[in-house]
């Protein structure tokens, strides 16, 4: 499957992501996963990448462009993928465009998470991630902890708070998805290419996309 995953912070897109890439082989590609391992690897992208994502802001679309162009086209994007936190403005779409039409790459469609917002603020404050870079697994110390608090079931890192996830970070990245990302599912409706779902469930997103892929 080729799909965009469309929604806020903490909409779910991550999670979404990982049970789609279960069923098919399909990768999951999040900018935000790419680049945070670049920060933490201390790359030159990770540097100029780290105060706008500290901030709550997006890192400029010339550089995330840049990102996309090399790894969709790498071996593992030909059975299919599922963009994860890309595209999040109007030009990286209209990139994306021109760059599927160049690796001749299809889209199946887009899909828009849509989740209240008080249930998303909720949902951001409570999560906690693994700070190793190769692992990045995500807990909610409401609703899904890890087994030893504060430590990740997977690798044995320790799971953190991300910089971006303080209430203050965590206002501006809403506002900022309101104004640069959200424009995006007019864009995509207009193309006939929006499948917006209530999000309120993880489970309930994938059994929707895999009946509207055909697959389910
Ligand atoms: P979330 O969806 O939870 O906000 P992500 O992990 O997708 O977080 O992204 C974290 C940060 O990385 C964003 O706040 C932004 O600074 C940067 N980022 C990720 N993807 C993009 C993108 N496509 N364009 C610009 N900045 C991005
Ligand atoms: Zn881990």
Redesign the pocket.
């Known amino acids: 499957m080729k799909l965009i995953l469309l929604g806020a912070?903490?909409a779910g897109?991550g999670t979404v992501a990982k049970l789609l890439t279960k069923i098919d082989g399909s990768v999951q590609i999040?900018?935000?996963?790419i680049?945070?391992g670049a920060v933490n690897a201390g790359t030159d992208l990770g540097k100029e990448?780290k105060a706008?994502?500290d901030a709550?802001?997006?890192?400029p679309?010339s550089l995330?462009m840049g990102i996309m162009e090399e790894r969709l086209q790498e071996d593992d994007c030909k059975n299919g993928f599922l963009l994860?936190?890309?595209?999040?403005?109007i030009p990286?779409a209209e990139a994306l465009d021109v760059l599927l039409d160049k690796i001749g790459a299809k889209l199946d469609f887009v899909v828009n998470l849509d989740v209240p917002r008080d249930v998303i603020y909720d949902r951001l404050t409570t999560r906690r991630t693994c700070e190793n870079p190769e692992c990045q697994a995500i807990y909610n110390v409401k609703s899904m902890p890890s087994k030893v608090e504060g430590i990740c079931d997977k690798c044995g890192s320790k799971t953190v708070q991300r910089a971006?996830e303080t209430v203050e970070a965590i206002s501006k990245?809403l506002d900022t998805y309101d104004e640069m990302t959200a424009p995006l599912a007019d864009f995509y409706d207009k193309k006939g290419q929006l499948f917006t779902v209530v999000a309120t469930s993880s489970d309930k997103v994938v059994e929707e996309v895999t009946k509207k892929l055909g697959i389910a």
């Open positions: 912070p903490g897109k999040s900018t935000g996963d680049l945070r990448a706008y994502m709550g802001d997006l890192v679309d995330i994860d936190g890309f595209p999040r403005t990286q971006d990245r």
